[in-house]
């Protein structure tokens, strides 16, 4: 009883009720709508045979006068059996005809009109289509004919149509079920999905038909979904590796900075231990604040401090400030515009992309360092290049990734997250990143960031 109760309760007996509904609404109508339509000809064929034999009895009236046609009438009551005709006088007496007077009802002129009447030597009523008529001498005039066959045959086409809405209700009945079974079935894939990912099945996916439906979009949808979490959770795997490898050493030069500090007596020893130790914690600071603005960066935290920037200003601005560094390495820094670009953008992050940019430059690449912005396809283009060896594509996608150092012994300093930030900050803007090697006169390494000039959510 209470599994009855949650069936009655359920989408399921939601939906038949509702096809059922729909079925008897739509059924309803028809029925209503043919019925007055057969009913309607039917009247109009009723009613142009009695007003036929009305024109016939006053043509008569009009030729031969009343006795003539007192004796026209006699003769078609004796031959119709049929046909209804009361010629009365002006008080309603009969004169000719087969009913005995005047239906109360009826007023001459009138229209036509269905009325219940006994004829003469009736023992029933029958039901009858007649008009009424007053002739110039007063007496009144009634001619119909017997329409019983016609409501017969209306009511016969109600009851068909009544019997075939009756029968089609367990067919919509079976043809809702079977919509409804065939919905689980798509609903169980997805269903069946999501329980083995909760499970721990994180390659598992929804199996699409191809067919483009609303249960194909939502399976591809939650397809991606899954993709985007399963690299998310290869990116925390990845991330939490290479967070431990990269805090050990820093952790294990504190540890052994503060255990020479705690064995020395040597004031100056001490002082530079401390300081030793300070500059360890402010590694490990940056480290984790710059893993923190990436994660946030890759949420979309951040895009309400937008604010519009003339990148060409802010770009050689960037220049300026590393043109000394660069000429103490012996090389030069350069800013190229081929477009003048204001975009919305977080002033701060750009910035620190940019830089880090550069100081990728400085640190691995080789020759004069160039800083370009040009636009193309619509977006606006910050490029950094030098004249080093670059990466190797299959190399890519693992360098912008955090901790993505492409140095297997870590020997180098740096903690891997200049290329992640750059990513994340494009992203963050709509946009993208590319690493580009060059080849022949072009020879050298650009990274580019591309950033639509469109809206951006």
Same mark, same amino acid.
């Given at each position: 009883?209470?599994?009855?109760?949650?069936?009655?309760?359920?989408?399921? *007996?939601?939906?038949?009720?509702?096809?059922?509904?729909?079925?008897?609404?739509?059924?309803?109508?028809?029925?209503?709508?043919?019925?007055? %339509?057969?009913?309607?000809?039917?009247?109009?064929?009723?009613?142009?045979?009695?007003?036929?034999?009305?024109?016939?009895?006053?043509?008569?009236?009009?030729?031969?006068? $009343?006795?003539?046609?007192?004796? $026209?009438?006699?003769?078609?009551?004796?031959?119709?059996?049929?046909?209804?005709?009361?010629? =009365?006088?002006?008080?309603?007496?009969?004169?000719?005809?087969?009913?005995?007077?005047?239906?109360? +009802?009826?007023?001459?002129?009138?229209?036509?009109?269905?009325?219940?009447?006994?004829?003469?030597?009736?023992?029933?009523?029958?039901?009858?289509?007649?008009?009424?008529?007053?002739?110039?001498?007063?007496?009144?005039?009634?001619?119909?004919?017997?329409?019983?066959?016609? =409501?017969?045959?209306?009511? !016969?086409?109600?009851?068909?149509?009544?019997?075939?809405?009756?029968?089609?209700?367990?067919?919509?009945?079976?043809?809702?079920?079977?919509?409804?079974?065939?919905?689980?079935?798509?609903?169980?894939?997805? !269903?069946? +999905?999501?329980?083995?990912?909760?499970?721990?099945?994180?390659?598992?996916?929804?199996?699409?038909?191809?067919?483009?439906?609303?249960?194909?979009?939502?399976?591809? @949808?939650?397809?991606?979904?899954?993709?985007?979490?399963?690299?998310?959770?290869?990116?925390?795997?990845?991330? +939490?590796?290479?967070?431990?490898?990269?805090?050990?050493?820093?952790? !294990?030069?504190?540890?052994?900075?503060?255990?020479?500090? *705690?064995?020395?007596?040597?004031?100056? =020893?001490?002082?530079?231990?401390?300081?030793?130790?300070?500059?360890?914690?402010?590694?490990?600071?940056?480290?984790?604040?710059? !893993?923190?603005?990436?994660?946030?960066?890759?949420?979309?935290?951040?895009?309400?401090?937008? $604010?519009?920037?003339?990148?060409?200003?802010?770009?050689?601005?960037?220049?300026?400030?590393? *043109?000394?560094?660069?000429?103490? @390495?012996?090389?030069?820094?350069?800013?190229?515009?081929?477009?003048? @670009?204001?975009?919305?953008?977080?002033?701060?992050?750009?910035?620190? =992309?940019?830089? #880090?940019?550069?100081? #990728?430059?400085?640190?691995?690449?080789?020759?004069?360092?160039? $800083?370009? %912005?040009?636009?193309?396809?619509?977006? *606006?283009?910050?490029?950094?290049?030098?004249?080093?060896?670059?990466?190797?594509?299959?190399?890519?996608?693992?360098?912008?990734?955090?901790?993505?150092?492409?140095?297997?012994?870590?020997? +180098?300093?740096?903690?891997?997250?200049?290329?992640?930030?750059?990513?994340?900050?494009?992203?963050?803007?709509?946009?993208?990143?590319?690493?580009?090697?060059?080849?022949?006169? @072009?020879?050298?390494?650009?990274?580019?960031?591309? %950033?639509?000039?469109?809206?951006?959510?």
């Amino acid at each position: 009883m209470a599994a009855a109760r949650r069936w009655a309760r359920s989408s399921h *007996a939601r939906f038949i009720g509702l096809i059922l509904l729909l079925e008897l609404l739509f059924g309803g109508l028809l029925l209503l709508s043919v019925t007055r %339509l057969v009913e309607n000809r039917i009247n109009q064929s009723d009613s142009i045979v009695a007003a036929s034999l009305r024109d016939d009895l006053l043509a008569v009236a009009d030729d031969q006068g $009343v006795p003539g046609l007192s004796r $026209v009438i006699a003769k078609r009551i004796a031959g119709r059996s049929d046909e209804l005709i009361l010629l =009365a006088d002006a008080d309603g007496r009969a004169i000719a005809g087969n009913l005995e007077r005047w239906p109360p +009802t009826i007023a001459a002129p009138s229209r036509w009109t269905k009325i219940d009447l006994y004829r003469v030597g009736g023992d029933r009523p029958g039901r009858f289509g007649v008009v009424a008529e007053r002739l110039s001498g007063g007496e009144r005039l009634l001619a119909g004919h017997l329409i019983e066959g016609s =409501a017969q045959f209306t009511r !016969t086409v109600e009851d068909a149509l009544l019997t075939a809405l009756l029968m089609a209700l367990p067919l919509a009945a079976a043809g809702a079920w079977f919509v409804v079974y065939m919905i689980d079935r798509r609903i169980a894939g997805v !269903t069946a +999905t999501a329980q083995g990912v909760r499970a721990g099945d994180f390659g598992r996916r929804v199996v699409l038909d191809g067919s483009g439906d609303s249960f194909d979009q939502l399976g591809g @949808t939650i397809n991606a979904m899954l993709d985007r979490i399963e690299a998310l959770m290869s990116e925390m795997r990845l991330l +939490t590796d290479s967070m431990a490898h990269d805090l050990r050493s820093p952790l !294990t030069r504190l540890r052994t900075r503060v255990d020479r500090a *705690a064995l020395s007596d040597d004031r100056e =020893a001490l002082q530079g231990a401390i300081e030793g130790i300070g500059r360890e914690a402010d590694q490990l600071l940056a480290m984790l604040g710059t !893993t923190l603005e990436i994660s946030r960066a890759e949420a979309g935290i951040g895009r309400e401090r937008f $604010v519009d920037a003339d990148l060409p200003v802010m770009l050689a601005d960037l220049v300026e400030l590393y *043109a000394p560094v660069a000429e103490d @390495t012996g090389r030069e820094i350069s800013l190229q515009v081929e477009a003048g @670009t204001h975009l919305p953008v977080h002033r701060e992050l750009l910035g620190q =992309a940019v830089s #880090n940019l550069i100081d #990728n430059a400085l640190k691995y690449g080789t020759g004069g360092i160039k $800083v370009r %912005l040009s636009e193309h396809q619509g977006d *606006a283009v910050i490029a950094v290049s030098d004249q080093g060896p670059g990466i190797a594509p299959d190399r890519q996608q693992e360098a912008l990734r955090r901790f993505g150092r492409l140095d297997p012994a870590r020997s +180098t300093s740096g903690a891997g997250l200049g290329l992640s930030l750059v990513s994340a900050v494009a992203q963050l803007h709509g946009g993208r990143v590319a690493l580009i090697n060059g080849e022949g006169e @072009t020879a050298g390494f650009s990274v580019e960031m591309r %950033l639509p000039k469109g809206e951006r959510g």
